[in-house]
């Protein structure tokens, strides 16, 4: 009677290396842990490790800053190489104050540093990683080549960890997605008592990125997938760029 | 070897009064539904039926609005007796558009319309629901009778449904906490490749409340407690209020 949908955090994907064929070692993980892989599942990805597989790691020794990225390192206090990586990222700088460097991507995504993350990828201050290049295509490419390796038809959602304008503490949101509609929509449905609802829309790949993050833990790196088992949802194919406010509406404008 | 957390919904929690005692009412649920408490459990309960217990209802009819309640109520183009309800719940406006009306509630939580809300209460314009009046209380309270009742040291999550600044739709997040950490604290630790993690640290609280509400579903009325089973946490006696970004952090002072 009482529903039920579990989380499952794999723990046995290997360190991810350029090139990594990422859904045949998620089949294998799910083989070797005994969890397989069924249709209706929802993937959820470290987008970590699909930068890792895209290549997606920089050496700082080889970044020639330029003037702008050396003005903002002195505002903000980073290293200008860094700022120059963060800069490439970005459409747009939000926000440059020190210690805190806040972008919008050229995916469209407002947050901190572009995304560029120096955790899990060498152990050195001088190497870093970005964002994947286009997390949609990559959460796409993946649902497709688990189709193929296991005939499920599966939702993917890559997921990201955010910090938020206005509470504490980060948590995961989803910046890929493929095979799930990104809002569960309520708008002009009448709740339990008649009433009509007039705004509510849940970002239910949000939730779902937040809730596998409770079992990636540390780095993402040691459980950077996990699968989200038995949650109904609708199976369309948006872009996770929805997520993303556009300015106009944004609360502090 | 797979990680696995269990989300849990209750599926047979009456329609809650004032007055309720909502700890009984979740144990004879999960009784009912073969679901059991454990210790170790995390019971997150929906802000609402709370709010509903502790008889947060109002009536518009019997509300006279301010002066003020009325000049905003123009800008904002709501009705001047919900607008009344809402300064009283608030320490101030930070935001008043056409359509928005973003404050900070005596809690700290910068919300729209602080949270008062008609969905679910009556089926009536004329009628709405605050927040619960100390959310942290609250889950206390449940958690303290929950042990009572059966002998399990739970963790209690009181969740609502927030719209973010920057990003579209809204997500559950927590807004009162007992027996479990907020965050889990990774600055200062070490990666797996040995770097000092510098800012890391999630908000569980947070995600642990839009976990639950993947199973909580429309109105979070049908299913208005969920049970987060086989996560491992720290149990710590902490505000939610930690949650809440002090102004001259916020990302768009």
Chains 1, 2 share one sequence.
């Not at 290997?14 to 842990?33: M, Q």
């Not at 929509?185 to 008649?194: I, S, V």
Request: proline share 3%.
């Amino acid at each position: 009677m009482a529903k039920e949908v579990k989380i499952i955090g794999l723990e046995s994907i290997p360190e991810i290396k350029t090139g990594d064929d990422i859904a045949k070692l998620i089949v294998e993980a799910t083989e070797r842990e005994g969890v397989g892989i069924r249709s209706g599942d929802i993937v959820v990805v470290a987008s970590k490790i699909i930068a890792k597989a895209e290549g997606r790691v920089i050496y700082l020794d080889r970044v020639v800053p330029s003037k702008r990225a050396i003005e903002l390192s002195n505002i903000v206090g980073k290293d200008p190489r860094l700022v120059e990586i963060i800069l490439r990222e970005s459409r747009r700088v939000i926000k440059a104050t020190k210690g805190h460097l806040i972008v919008e991507t050229k995916h469209g995504i407002v947050c901190a540093n572009a995304g560029v993350d120096k955790s899990n990828v060498a152990g050195r201050e001088d190497i870093v990683l970005t964002l994947p290049i286009d997390p949609d295509r990559s959460a796409r490419e993946i649902r497709y080549r688990l189709y193929e390796l296991t005939g499920c038809d599966v939702a993917v959602v890559v997921s990201d960890t955010q910090g938020r304008p206005l509470r504490e503490g980060q948590i995961d949101v989803a910046i890929g997605v493929s095979g799930i509609n990104i809002f569960r929509d309520y708008r002009g449905t009448k709740d339990l008592k008649g009433y009509t609802l007039k705004i509510k829309r849940i970002a239910i790949v949000d939730e779902i990125a937040s809730a596998a993050e409770l079992v990636m833990g540390n780095g993402s790196e040691g459980v950077p997938v996990a699968i989200i088992r038995g949650l109904l949802f609708s199976s369309k194919e948006e872009s996770a760029k929805l997520l993303n406010m556009p300015k106009e509406r944004w609360l502090f404008k």
